[in-house]
């Protein structure tokens, strides 16, 4: 048999830190990137004794957020647990999370993927406590390991999936769309090179046709989009493959070896922990309001489902032109801004998806960290239409305002790009060219109108890309005549 002839079922957990101000429990700083370890602590994150903690409304209200962008269930009311295991990364011993009555429950989204729609059920998405950070050394021949606890009590939002994932493509749309949701939200960076988002997979397969679940493995801490539909896609194979052996599938924790592709063993987990939850004894139950819901609700800005609409609608775009531009929140509102500084939205987005994607790609870079403005590409695409510059023009420019950041039309005058219309000059230019091409000059005459092309190109590749082409085509037709 062959991999084609299983089938995955696969489920996320996706860990997001919220951007609050304060830790999820005490009045800490949040924002500990880059600080001195150990220097956003109090006695509270520290778990000293005699300490009690205190829930983070805007923890709690952004929670709500992204429950009501992922068509969660809210219940009327909701509490934390406490959830013990012996994690070395945890101060006190045990984590403030929440379990039988989290704040979101029974949501879904959905998710395109070679253009087709799938629905991915959302199981819950609940709040916790982040843990503390360890270091793990050596030096002198001798290893120990230090604790940072900057991060300890960063308040997490975790989100559940369903079993409903069934290629690695739909799962690395699902985790792109979660991360795009809290971003447009605006309640994590959802960096996961930062690890303020990470991933942990359930993936089992079975044979194709079949309705019993296979043995579910989890793949953990994946930190991009990308590797977590690598590791699915070795994952799946390397099931399939020994359940075809005849081997039993072990139910076990792996991890992901970016370097080479694979996924390797890291323990057995042959049993369910018992993690011996129980209702935090330090900590009032929460309950919910019809009226609050609905005030949170009325915050929420336009989502990424709508936006991809309205850009349809309003701006008449393909769906799939529309679904490119809504893909990442800095694209949308690049674009936007474009077209509100007078570029035509159908030439932006072309613009975009085009020139944009391909500097983006080369340089393997996010769209934040160019020197590139919207009213860049406004102000090249309006060139272009005052006939300033000419399209080969126009590529050249905008590539070195992404690259320095100077204004299209100080690159144009500096350099002195202005396209070439002067009917004199470029009669001179033309005249030249069919010289030098005799041969192309007799295929037109002949009646191959493909080489008045290669004709307009030597014309274009003497003036370096500054010839009006409309101009220089008149011009071939009446000194060649026509073909």
Avoid at 11 to 33: D, N, P, R, S, W
Avoid at 42 to 48: D, K, Q
Avoid at 252 to 258: A, C, L, M, P, Q
Avoid at 267 to 290: C, G, M, N, Q, W
């Amino acid at each position: 048999m062959s991999v084609s002839d299983y089938e995955p079922v696969i489920g996320l957990e996706v860990h997001t830190q919220l951007q609050t101000k304060t830790k999820m429990f005490c009045g800490c700083a949040a924002a500990y990137a880059g600080a001195e370890p150990n220097t956003h602590v109090c006695p509270v994150c520290l778990a000293l004794p005699g300490v009690l903690p205190v829930i983070n409304k805007q923890a709690v209200e952004y929670a709500f957020m992204v429950g009501l962008a992922l068509n969660c269930e809210i219940p009327e009311a909701s509490k934390f647990d406490r959830k013990n295991y012996p994690y070395p990364d945890l101060l006190k011993g045990y984590q403030i999370s929440q379990y039988d009555l989290p704040f979101n429950i029974n949501g879904w989204l959905t998710v395109d993927v070679d253009g087709e729609s799938s629905r991915i059920g959302v199981t819950r998405a609940h709040l916790e406590e982040d843990t503390a950070k360890l270091i793990h050394k050596r030096e002198n021949g001798t290893s120990h390991t230090l604790m940072d606890v900057n991060r300890a009590g960063v308040p997490l939002l975790e989100i559940v999936s369903e079993p409903d994932i069934r290629t690695p493509a739909q799962a690395r749309a699902y985790l792109q769309k979660l991360r795009l949701i809290v971003q447009t939200l605006g309640v994590s960076t959802g960096n996961m090179e930062d690890g303020a988002m990470r991933a942990d997979v359930n993936v089992s397969v079975r044979r194709v046709g079949t309705i019993a679940f296979g043995v579910k493995v989890e793949v953990k801490n994946l930190n991009s989009a990308r590797s977590v539909q690598r590791a699915l896609e070795y994952e799946i194979q390397r099931q399939a493959q020994a359940v075809d052996r005849g081997e039993t599938i072990q139910q076990e924790t792996r991890g992901f070896d970016e370097d080479r592709g694979i996924t390797v063993s890291q323990r057995s987990k042959e049993e369910a922990h018992d993690y011996r939850y129980f209702p935090e004894p330090d900590l009032p139950p929460v309950f919910i309001t019809t009226e609050w819901i609905d005030s949170i609700r009325a915050r929420l800005p336009e989502l990424p489902d709508a936006r991809r609409d309205r850009y349809a609608s309003q701006f008449e775009l393909s769906r799939y032109d529309a679904a490119q531009l809504t893909s990442s929140l800095p694209v949308s509102q690049f674009f936007e801004a474009a077209v509100a500084g007078n570029a035509k939205p159908k030439v932006a987005a072309n613009w975009i998806q085009g020139e944009l994607f391909r500097i983006l790609r080369e340089r393997d870079a996010e769209l934040e960290a160019l020197p590139l403005q919207p009213e860049h590409l406004a102000e090249v695409l309006n060139l272009v239409d005052e006939g300033t510059i000419t399209q080969a023009i126009a590529k050249q420019v905008f590539e070195e305002a992404a690259t320095t950041g100077t204004a299209p039309r100080k690159i144009v005058a500096d350099r002195g790009l202005v396209q070439i219309s002067d009917t004199g000059e470029l009669e001179q230019i033309v005249a030249k060219a069919i010289a030098a091409n005799p041969q192309a000059a007799n295929d037109y005459r002949a009646g191959k109108v493909q080489a008045k092309g290669f004709l307009t190109g030597a014309v274009m590749k003497e003036t370096r890309g500054k010839a009006n082409p409309a101009t220089v085509g008149e011009i071939l037709e009446r000194q060649l005549g026509s073909a």
